[in-house]
């Protein structure tokens, strides 16, 4: 059996080893932080919290943010004791667009369409920055077995609270935003009786009445399709890490709450 010595030594050990990890910043932390990602340097074994706790010191502006700030580790929301390793990406942003409590500007993007996450029985989870053409992905889950395909038509609106609105930017933290919206989709088969579900978001610069989201739902019968929507797009403004800017003539705000007019057909 080690002796207490050993373990004392192997707890000093850990807690002077420093871990490398890159932590990225997303929406109106940015902003406050004034850059998109740091290479950070942590002491010792960490979990999330204490990996949190060590970004606000470092960048006291984000305490503005209160308890509202949202923490990932590798891509996945992380609980207070996940483990954070050497190597390791950390993400800090505000809630989502709809939600509750980069270095380049995204209108000089070149246009990109993220590689679909499609599975055998027809889903499909897309970013893109082209303009999306609604018909065709409702389209991609029309199939003989279905009786029903619910199309909601998420568009930039020019009015909000009596605020004239110029145009929209959207911003993702891609990886986990595709990861999110996949279990989003296994999610909607588990709750609703229906056959496919599919999810394109457009990124980048929006003006005003073009498309920022489509969901496809087909189902065996109507209402499944409907609840299914409907569920699905109140999800992904709750846990999708994407974000929204509105432009003003006299200024800019990132949104936390709803900020977009809806088209739905069934």
């Known amino acids: 059996m080690r ?3 050993f373990w004392q030594a192997q707890m ?13 910043f997303f929406g109106a932390a940015r902003d406050a932080v004034g850059k998109a990602e740091v290479d950070f340097v942590l002491n010792g074994t960490t979990t999330a919290e204490n990996a949190f706790a060590a970004v606000l010191k470092k960048f006291p502006d984000l305490t503005r943010f209160g308890r509202s700030l949202l ?11 996940s483990e954070v390793h050497d190597g390791d990406e950390l993400a800090v942003f505000p809630p989502v667009s709809g939600g509750s409590s980069k270095a380049t500007h995204p209108e000089t993007e070149p246009a990109t369409t993220s590689k679909a996450t499609e599975t055998p029985n027809h889903d499909f989870f897309e970013l893109t920055t082209n303009p999306i053409d609604v018909g065709s992905v409702a389209r991609r889950v029309v199939l003989p077995e279905c009786g029903a395909t619910v199309t909601l038509d998420g568009y930039a609106r020019e009015w909000t609270r ?19 919206l996949k279990r989003l989709g296994r999610e909607a088969h588990e709750r609703f009786d229906i056959a496919h579900i599919g999810i394109v ?8 009445g073009e498309t920022s989201v489509v969901i496809a739902v087909s189902a065996p019968h109507r209402r499944a399709a409907f609840e299914a929507c409907e569920w699905a797009i109140r999800q992904l403004k709750r846990t999708v890490p994407i974000w929204k800017k509105e432009f003003f003539a006299d200024g800019e705000v990132w949104v936390e709450g709803e900020g977009e007019g809806v088209r739905g057909k069934g």
Do not use: W
């Open 162 to 180: 009596g605020r004239r609105t110029l145009h929209l930017v959207y911003e993702a933290y891609v990886p986990m935003a595709e990861r999110e």
């Open 12 to 24: 000093t050990e850990n807690a002077n080893k420093e871990i490398a990890v890159r932590v990225l």
């Open 71 to 81: 923490f990932a580790v590798n891509q996945e929301y992380a609980r207070a004791d």
């Open 3 to 5: 002796s207490a010595d």
């Open 201 to 208: 978001h457009r990124t980048g610069r929006l003006e005003i």
